[in-house]
Structure formats: structure tokens, C-alpha cells
């Protein structure tokens, strides 16, 4: 037998697989300086239903955790944008409400692809859940 390093067929820029497992839990195979990671994590939330409620969208799921956020944050990082939701919690479920207003204000995210490459007209913030310090 030969020990030897595994390596992705795509090369290092190879997206990681995730298999959800239940109970909270998921698989991410990936690869890291060259190498094969396997990782098993516990996700903090999991949105399973989402509604329009006039002026917002309100965000339904449950916390297969220990951790209970306190509020959402929606960070655009193109623009420093922070847009904090709080979070309505009943046992092991959550809801969050978010204002499209809050969004509309956003600074578009610069294109920075050759003018060839069609500009996308929604651009991606950066989810967060805030929590209460441990203590």
C-alpha cells in the first residue's frame, strides 16, 4: 500500500459536496492544500419555508442546535451594508422577518468581469445569525 496525497480531478478550485445527514447534521468533502477533508457540521438554522408578507419577506425554520440567535444580519460586503432582523423564537423553531425596504437602498455590487460577461442584476449578501454571548 502507498500513502499518497488525494487530489481533486477539477484541481484546488473544485466546489466542496454537501450531503445532508439529518438531525442537524452535514457532510462537506472537500479538498484543502491538496488534500481530501472530510467534515461533518452542525448548522446553526435551517430555513425551511419562506412567505411574502406585504413590504416583507418572513423567513420560517427550525434550530437543530443549542445556539438561539437573537437577530439575522444581512451583510452586503461590496457596500458595508448591515441589515439587522430580529429573530421570533418558539422552542425549536424560528421566524425572521425581513424588510424589502431595508434591501432596496443597497449599493449594487461593482462589475468588475470584462464588459463581454452580462452584468447580474442581483448581487449576494453575506448571512449571519447573531447570538447572546455565552456565559
Do not use: N
Not at 434550530?63 to 457596500?79: A, D, E, I, N
Not at 448581487?123 to 447570538?131: E, V
Amino acid at each position: 500500500m502507498r500513502r499518497a496525497a488525494v487530489r481533486a480531478a477539477d484541481g484546488p478550485s473544485a466546489q466542496s459536496l454537501v450531503r445532508e445527514l439529518g438531525d442537524g447534521l452535514r457532510l462537506v468533502v472537500g479538498y484543502s492544500k491538496g488534500r481530501l477533508v472530510l467534515r461533518i457540521k452542525e448548522y446553526a438554522a435551517r430555513v425551511e419555508a419562506h412567505r411574502r408578507d406585504g413590504g416583507d419577506v418572513v423567513l420560517s425554520g427550525s434550530l437543530p442546535g443549542r445556539v438561539r440567535p437573537r437577530s439575522l444580519r444581512l451583510t452586503h460586503p461590496h457596500s458595508g451594508t448591515d441589515v439587522d432582523c430580529p429573530v421570533a423564537l418558539t422552542d425549536d423553531r424560528f421566524e425572521v422577518r425581513v424588510r424589502l425596504a431595508d434591501l432596496t437602498g443597497v449599493a449594487p455590487t461593482p462589475h468588475l468581469a470584462p464588459k463581454e460577461v452580462e452584468r447580474r442584476t442581483a448581487s449576494a449578501g453575506r448571512p449571519t445569525s447573531c447570538c447572546p454571548t455565552a456565559r
